[in-house]
């Protein structure tokens, strides 16, 4: 649930806030309300979004890691012998 809401925010509140503040200007011809912050915006957003693409990428990596130990320690012992007809 965290997760969704720090996505909502690093895509709407932060990047799409900052985008608009910046097309405002062009669009009004003059300076706009929160043109000046919305740098903070872009540059926060853009970090979170790195945030979580990596924690993602880690998570993904640590569950198939999970997944393969499983199957190697199936493998029979080493120290096994085995008897010639």
Not at 24 to 46: D, N, Q, R, V
């Amino acid at each position: 649930m965290a997760n969704s809401f720090l996505w909502w925010y690093a895509l709407g509140a932060g990047l799409l806030n900052g985008f608009s503040h910046f097309v405002f200007p062009i669009i009004k011809g003059g300076c706009f309300p929160g043109l000046y912050t919305a740098g903070g915006h872009f540059i926060m957003s853009g970090l979170l979004i790195t945030f979580l693409v990596q924690e993602q990428s880690r998570l993904k990596a640590e569950e198939q890691a999970a997944g393969t130990q499983g199957v190697a320690g199936d493998a029979p012992a080493t120290g096994s012998t085995t008897v010639a007809p």
